[in-house]
Structure formats: C-alpha cells, structure tokens
Nanobody
Framework: QVQLVESGGGLVQAGGSLRLSCAAS???????MGWFRQAPGKEREFVAS????????YYADSVKGRFTISRDTVKNTVFLQMNRLKPEDTAVYYC???????????????WGQGTQVTVAS
C-alpha cells in the first residue's frame, strides 16, 4: 500500500515562494510522481510530474518557468518549488503517484490528503 503525505503549504504574498514536500511510503520507486491542485469551485488540475529517476519532468503551461518539481529517490520524497506565486495559484495541492511512465499523469493510482496554498494579492 502506498501512502503520500504532503507538507509545506501556507499563506504567502504574491511574488513569494513556497516549497511543498510529499513523503511517500510503500513501493513507489518506479512510479511517476506529480502534483495536482484544486481551487474553490474548479476541477482538480495537473500541475507537474516527474519520472522515477528524476530525469524527466512535465509542467502545466500555467506554472512553467515558475515551479520546479524534483524528487529524492533515497528519501522517497517529491518536492514542488513554487516561485513568483500569483493569487491564481491559490488552491489545495495534492501529491499523486501513478504506476506509469507516461507524462503528464492523467489517472493517479494514489493521492495525498492535500495541503492548502494561499497567495495573497
């Protein structure tokens, strides 16, 4: 069984930065990992993903150039560094794991519980 636990959310001013972490337990070594987000009244949307080795990444156009996804395969942790944050980045951010090599992730096998990110204008 795979468990994903996010941390690092919070309140930040527009233009600021936050770093989200996702600690994974279980057999996720070959999994593609990623982040999704869901704003109030909107559908959950893909943000970024990274392959099992960390050598391949994929980003939504809305965050490209501002967010960076990375993973520590030894600690089984995935990170999302978010820079130049905008009010429209406000959402609950979810970590996801998918037993696939295809990016972007479209149908995760596992979800974390989510962490709130609020960007004040």
């Amino acid at each position: 069984q795979v468990q994903l636990v996010e941390s690092g959310g919070g309140l930040v001013q527009a233009g600021g930065s936050l770093r989200l972490s996702c600690a994974a337990s279980g057999r996720t070594f070959r999994y593609t990992m990623g982040w999704f987000r869901q704003a109030p009244g909107k559908e959950r949307e893909f943000v970024a993903s990274i392959n099992w080795s960390g050598g391949s990444t994929y980003y939504a156009d809305s965050v490209k150039g501002r967010f960076t996804i990375s993973r520590d395969t030894v600690k089984n942790t995935v990170f999302l560094q978010m820079n130049r944050l905008k009010p429209e980045d406000t959402a609950v951010y979810y970590c996801a794991a998918a037993n696939t090599v295809i990016q972007p992730i479209t149908a995760p096998d596992y979800w974390g519980q989510g962490t709130q990110v609020t960007v004040a204008s």
